[in-house]
């Protein structure tokens, strides 16, 4: 039997993951469970789907219906940037089917977990297949960070723009359908039925935001280039990823922009920004708002329809501070 190896870290946090699964040394019986096999995929069981990120589990949800499980490896709470694996992550990979991921990068953690779960059966759908992605420019990178704190050269922040989550709920359609034929059907109506308030959501949104085309809004991480590119709107960020914090110069940067812009209000997100943006906004004479960017989430929202919910949201937080 294979000794798990002592290290998975995601690129950004040399080192975070070695503890977690160096836990998998601790006891023989669940070294043996790790060096298993997972249960063979049965015609009449549903299959074992294992989802990342909490849009990603979302999606999932939407075109499992009753032919597949879908349990999310990050916990409640927990981003990608933060995720620190546990024993049981290895055995629920183990007995997976099937692990759908964002993709591009975002969650840079699953390389050495896959390898670390030893299951050949595992069927992996990269949700981002045939996107047309967008560059980071290397310009909005260099804020006086550490250059490996980013999410790289593409932008992964994809599900903010409803007809790319379209796609990418067809993409998982077409390998959840690969992986159990059997369900074909269900799994090609269920993503039907959610593909079609995506389209619903995407023109509301667009009619929303129309008014204020060319605008520029305020986030507190870089998650907003593709749902600013699908409504013709413009966003500055403090930070890359969200963990970071703003230097000085950050803040005096989006303040420039959020004068310049004549913005009613900054958004934050609802786990990170708060603290920063008080201050700032105190200091421009402006509101605190709030745009979720949907990367993680309380367990409660871990649903289909909260995603068509934190969008709409999303929208009229928009509104509001653009003065509308």
């Not at 690129?11 to 063979?40: D, T, V």
């Not at 420039?256 to 906004?281: C, D, M, Y």
Request: charged share 20%; hydrophobic share 40%; net charge positive.
């Amino acid at each position: 039997m294979r000794a798990l190896p002592l290290s998975v870290r995601p690129p950004r946090s040399p080192g975070r993951f070695g503890a977690a699964l160096a836990c998998c040394l601790l006891g023989a019986s669940l070294l043996a469970s790790c060096g298993r096999p997972g249960p063979k995929a049965q015609p009449d069981r549903p299959l074992q789907v294992v989802s990342t990120i909490l849009p990603i589990t979302e999606f999932t949800k939407a075109v499992a219906g009753r032919c597949a499980t879908v349990r999310p490896l990050l916990p409640a709470g927990v981003g990608p940037h933060d995720f620190q694996a546990r024993p049981k992550d290895l055995v629920l990979l183990r007995q997976a089917d099937v692990l759908v991921k964002n993709g591009l990068g975002l969650e840079g953690f699953l390389g050495k977990l896959i390898a670390s779960a030893e299951n050949p059966r595992l069927k992996v759908i990269d949700s981002s297949q045939g996107v047309v992605t967008l560059r980071n420019p290397e310009a909005e990178h260099d804020h006086g960070h550490d250059q490996g704190h980013h999410h790289g050269s593409v932008n992964p922040h994809i599900w903010l723009d409803p007809s790319l989550a379209e796609q990418q709920v067809n993409t998982i359609r077409d390998g959840l359908i690969a992986a159990k034929p059997a369900c074909k059907a269900q799994f090609t109506a269920n993503a039907a039925a959610f593909t079609a308030q995506l389209r619903s959501l995407d023109a509301e949104l667009a009619t929303q935001l129309k008014p204020f085309a060319g605008k520029t809004f305020v986030v507190f991480h870089d998650f907003h280039p593709y749902f600013a590119r699908r409504y013709g709107l413009k966003g500055s960020f403090v930070v890359d990823v969200p963990e970071e914090n703003p230097t000085p110069d950050d803040l005096q940067r989006v303040a420039n922009v959020a004068r310049n812009s004549q913005l009613k209000a900054l958004l934050t997100e609802p786990q990170e920004g708060g603290r920063s943006f008080q201050a700032l906004a105190q200091d421009l004479g402006v509101r605190v708002g709030e745009f979720d960017s949907i990367e993680i989430g309380p367990e409660t929202d871990q649903q289909p329809a909260s995603y068509l919910k934190v969008m709409r949201r999303n929208g009229q937080a928009l509104v509001n501070a653009f003065g509308g």
